[in-house]
Each structure stands twice: as structure tokens, then as C-alpha cells.
């Protein structure tokens, strides 16, 4: 078995804004992990700075004042085989990210194997990220993990 987790990281500061929400989680294949969701929901106005985390896997946050990095906690690590990492992926689904543009170009994943952390611009060529609508994405990560 090994574990694993992920974390949304701000790239450039960020604005947040009351009810903007953020959901993580992992999928094997298109079958959702529940146990790995994690959502974070804002309800006022604050900056996120650069490189700290806006949503994790594995936790849930609600923000009714701006997050310092303290108060960032970090993603909650699940167990998976180590035959189903290659078929990984993580599902973001929030309603502020609607642009897949924005999301490559603001945003990189923190993922962590075991003692293992892997820091993944979402811009960088080897990185594919889907979109499957409006603040719906996918980012296969088998290849980044195994």
C-alpha cells in the first residue's frame, strides 16, 4: 500500500471571495475515491499568497477569515494499492476556476507518495489536464506517481 495526498498551490496571489468552493478528489479511473475528498469553501474576502495551499485532498475547510499559513492544514494522506496508481487521476471541481487556461497557468499540484513530495506545475508539457466543464477538471496522474 502506499499513501497519497494532494494540494492545490497558488502560483501568483490569489483573491478569494465569499462561497468560492473547492473540491479535490481522487478518482481510479472514473471511479471516485470518496474517502480522499476534501473541499475548501471561503466566506470572505482575503488573498491567498503565492505557494500556499488553496484546497486539499482528504479535509474539509470553511475560511470565515483569511487563512495564514498556520492555519493552512495539509491534505489527509489515503491508502491505495500501489497496482492502482497508474490508473490515478484527481478531480478538481470548483466554482471560481472556470477557465482551463487559469487553472494551468495559476495553479500546481503538491503531491506526496509515502515520504515521497512531487511539486507539479500544472503548465508544465507533461502535465495533462482535462476539461470536462464549467470549474471541472482532470489530471491523470499515474505517470507522476508510479
Not at 487521476?89 to 482551463?100: A, F, G, S, T, V
Request: charged content about 25%.
Amino acid at each position: 500500500m502506499k499513501y497519497i495526498c494532494a494540494e492545490l498551490i497558488t502560483e501568483t496571489a490569489r483573491e478569494a471571495h465569499p462561497r468560492d468552493e473547492y473540491h479535490l478528489e481522487f478518482c481510479h479511473g472514473d471511479i471516485p475515491l470518496p474517502i480522499s475528498a476534501g473541499s475548501c469553501r471561503y466566506e470572505t474576502i482575503c488573498t491567498i499568497l503565492p505557494q500556499q495551499i488553496l484546497a486539499a485532498t482528504g479535509r474539509n475547510e470553511v475560511f470565515t477569515s483569511c487563512p495564514d499559513r498556520p492555519q493552512m492544514r495539509q491534505a489527509i494522506p489515503i491508502s491505495v494499492h500501489e497496482n492502482d496508481l497508474s490508473n490515478l487521476q484527481l478531480r478538481i471541481k470548483n466554482n471560481r476556476i472556470l477557465d482551463h487556461a487559469e487553472l494551468i497557468h495559476g495553479f500546481s499540484l503538491r503531491l506526496r507518495r509515502d515520504e515521497q513530495v512531487l511539486s507539479l506545475p500544472l503548465s508544465q508539457p507533461d502535465v495533462k489536464v482535462y476539461w470536462k466543464g464549467r470549474g471541472d477538471f482532470i489530471i491523470p496522474l499515474g505517470k507522476h506517481l508510479v
